[in-house]
């Protein structure tokens, strides 16, 4: 990784902000490689040099990986004017600057979204070749049937949008596991609203092969395992 300003380094990873750094090397509380930083504007590797705050070395990590438990209600946006997002959800912990959530779930839906700023990640996650697998839980208005599981099964073409085909379990009555590899506009609602039926209430359980971590309360996060992250892009699927 190249070199970079130490105050910028600790503001990066949620450490001090940057008036705090100068503050820090001004008490002579910085330490890289064992030896006192003077000043804010010194250059190290964070991933290589030996940075040390208050006598704790710091953990440098490059990108934040952050699974949510979104609440319905809230907007899955990193900024709104009127409505609370998922951003907004953070605790202090977690925050740093370009953390964005990676595709977006209904202001009404709930479950798993992730958070990062690792852009690249991202744009793998959510392009449409990369075909992972999400799975969601919908309950529906009305009792669901095998002619519903068929129809999904099939794909379906609704006017000019067509959804690729899509695995559907019936659970109960009025609820059903859905996968879908795509992530149209509105997509398990409007496969739904295609054979007459209006979901009232939709989660997302699993994307890639990671299901939501089911002790997190709506509103809670934690960040990913590593294996979680290499698993998230993985394609396999069934239920
Ligand atoms: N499909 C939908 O209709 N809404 C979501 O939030 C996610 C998938």
Known sequence: MSLQRIDKILSSQNISSRSNTKILIKRRLIRVNNKLVKKPEEKFDPETDII??????LRFKKNL???????????SASRDTRS??????????????????AGRLDKDTEGFILITDDGELAHKMLS????????YKAQCDRKLTEDDVTAFGKGIQMGEISFLPAEMKLIS???????????????????????????????????????LDDSLAPGECRELSEKELNDILSRKHGF
């Open 52 to 57: 040390e705050v208050e006598g704790r070395q």
């Open 65 to 75: 990986y952050i699974m949510m438990n979104k609440p319905s209600g809230i907007l």
């Open 84 to 101: 609370e997002t998922v951003i907004d959800l953070l605790p202090g912990s977690m925050r740093r600057e370009g953390l964005f959530p």
């Open 128 to 135: 449409p070749k990369s075909h992972v697998y999400k799975l």
């Open 173 to 211: 009555d009025d609820t059903a596991l859905v996968e879908i590899c795509e992530g149209k506009f509105h997509q398990v609602k409007k496969m739904f609203q295609s054979v007459g039926a209006q979901v009232i209430k939709l989660k997302r359980l699993r994307i890639g092969e990671v299901f």
